[in-house]
């Protein structure tokens, strides 16, 4: 994993000295092999593809990163103590085009799409590798491309459609319609799907299983969903992958590379090599610190509470939990006391500080344990389905936790993120499947990754017969699997569910949600700088 960081940033510095800089001092002239000559060598074009990968990084970096994009605004998550982009989960006047959070997608996507671009267009002058070689990484730059192209064109539509070389300053642009854009998309999976090897010696570089999952996603997303199951199959099929046994095993930060996992966005413990790393540890971290007997601690994450899990997602995961084991895996309940200094009377080290757990404790239970620790249920967090108190104490979701960070108040995270895994593929060729009137296998694509999350010996109670699997079941058993994983809003607005759900189940945005809000405003900074910004159309209601 290292390796392929550490490649990266070389191949991205590279790539940029490459394309000329016109303020270096004339008086310490810097020779560099001319771009011509160096993208033709097998260490020149490898490191151009390296650096291809680099922006997808930025998805999890940095303040103005796109977690507000994917996590806010669903039926999923509301918004905790932190307040900072709550405009995109109320839906209000404050998702404008000057938004930094979408120039912070715009711009680092365009500019992934861009070394993607070179890539593609200098493959045929590369003279130090084999055609199967050359075949393979250019591969790597269609997938990369189509995995840019299709976030942009889920959140903004139709966008300009770019797909050559940069070798001039452009300052007018066009949107392609989405039609154009996801055809691109496709066409340049089938290339990938073609020309990438079934595994690579570097985890986290694309692969065949990976281009042909991707496409099942983009297949069900069109609605075209002989293909999306077709797809799925494949990966289910032909590869030696597999669910792990153990769903807890998922969010193990030492078991980056495992079975289930198709393609993951590498991140490392060497700070030279991580950048601003992985944030997202911090959204869903509540301030345990503050609770009598706590202080900040690596394997308890550093708390920044941004996003609060809804009264509906919470009941959701309690609803079958005897027999479901995914909350218990994936979320913390139970803080044990680390802090001398602020126990109370007959508390001791390691002893339980306090839960939090979401559902109702009777007052009976917690005034027998009042003199111990305490207790937070559902009615500290929720009147009703409508948030109260601070918001900044609740159950903590760990699928991102990061105990390897370097200190306890570092905000850069070391964990690699799961960006597609062989769960969410069973759970697209279930829907596909439905969607064609196949229930019976529909239903057993879904009871797979049931039976994987049941407690030992409730296999046969986790599964689900063939009339029960609804678009709606789907939905809900996608959140069971894959909430926090950053697939919910594009789950709810391909389904025509988006505002539907945000009415029914988010109370923070239910007011204002409306048709406009299916697509985000064009950058500003991007319409700004155009000669042609009259023509340039933004999204309607912006």
Not at 408 to 427: A, F, H
Request: hydrophobic residues 40%; negative net charge.
């Amino acid at each position: 994993m290292n390796k392929i960081i550490s490649t990266l940033f070389f191949s991205l510095a590279c790539f940029f000295l490459l394309q000329g800089c016109a303020d270096l001092l004339e008086e310490e002239k810097i020779v560099s092999p001319p771009v011509d000559t160096y993208y033709k060598t097998a260490d020149g074009y490898n490191g151009l593809v390296n650096a291809a990968y680099t922006f997808s990084r930025s998805l999890f970096a940095g303040g103005n990163n796109y977690a507000p994009l994917v996590f806010f605004g669903t039926d999923l998550w509301t918004n905790g103590s932190d307040a900072s982009f709550i405009e995109f989960n109320a839906y209000n006047s404050a998702i404008q085009p000057a938004n930094p959070v979408l120039w912070e997608l715009w711009s680092n996507f365009y500019q992934g799409i861009a070394v993607c671009n070179t890539a593609i267009s200098r493959v045929d002058e590369v003279t130090e590798l084999s055609e199967s070689e050359v075949n393979s990484k250019v591969a790597e730059a269609y997938f990369l491309r189509a995995w840019y192209y299709h976030i942009l064109v889920m959140h903004f539509g139709g966008v300009p459609l770019k797909t050559e070389e940069v070798t001039e300053v452009e300052t007018t642009a066009t949107r392609a319609s989405e039609d154009e854009v996801y055809t691109q998309i496709i066409n340049d999976l089938l290339f990938a799907e073609q020309y990438l090897p079934d595994v690579q010696s570097d985890f986290g570089r694309a692969t065949k299983p990976a281009a042909q999952a991707l496409l099942a996603r983009v297949y069900l997303t069109r609605d075209q969903n002989e293909e999306a199951a077709t797809y799925a199959k494949k990966v289910i099929n032909d590869y030696d992958l597999a669910l792990l046994d153990d769903y807890a095993d998922l969010w193990d930060v030492a078991n980056r590379e495992n079975s289930e996992v198709l393609w993951s966005i590498q991140f490392s413990q060497d700070e030279r090599l991580n950048a601003n790393g992985n944030a997202y540890f911090l959204y869903f971290t509540p301030r345990y610190d503050l609770q009598p007997g706590m202080k900040r601690a690596l394997e308890n994450d550093r708390p920044w509470p941004r996003f609060l899990a809804t009264r509906f997602y919470l009941d959701l995961l309690q609803a079958n939990r005897a027999q479901d084991s995914r909350y218990d895996k994936s979320w913390k309940e139970v803080w044990y006391a680390n802090n001398e200094a602020t126990l109370l009377p007959g508390m001791e080290i390691g002893d339980t500080a306090f839960i939090y757990v979401p559902y109702e404790v009777p007052q009976s239970v917690k005034d027998t344990k009042k003199d111990k620790y305490g207790i937070f249920d559902i009615n500290n967090l929720y009147d009703g389905e409508t948030p109260v108190g601070s918001l900044e104490l609740f159950p903590h979701m760990r699928k991102y936790k990061d105990p390897l960070r370097a200190s306890i108040n570092s905000g850069v995270g070391t964990k690699n993120v799961i960006e597609i895994r062989l769960g969410e593929v069973y759970l697209i060729a279930a829907e596909a499947l439905m969607k064609l009137g196949n229930l019976a296998e529909g239903a057993e694509m879904v009871n797979v990754v049931r039976r994987r999350a049941a407690w030992p010996g409730e296999e046969q109670n986790m599964e689900i017969t063939p009339n029960e699997l609804t678009l709606d079941f789907i939905l809900d058993e996608r959140a069971r699997e894959l909430g926090g994983e950053r697939l919910r809003w594009a789950d709810l607005k391909r389904t025509g569910k988006l505002i539907e759900r945000v009415k029914l189940y988010n109370p923070t945005g239910r007011a204002n949600v409306e048709e406009k809000h299916l697509l985000r405003p064009i950058p500003s900074n991007m319409i700004d700088r155009l000669t042609n910004r009259e023509e340039f159309q933004q999204n309607p209601g912006y």
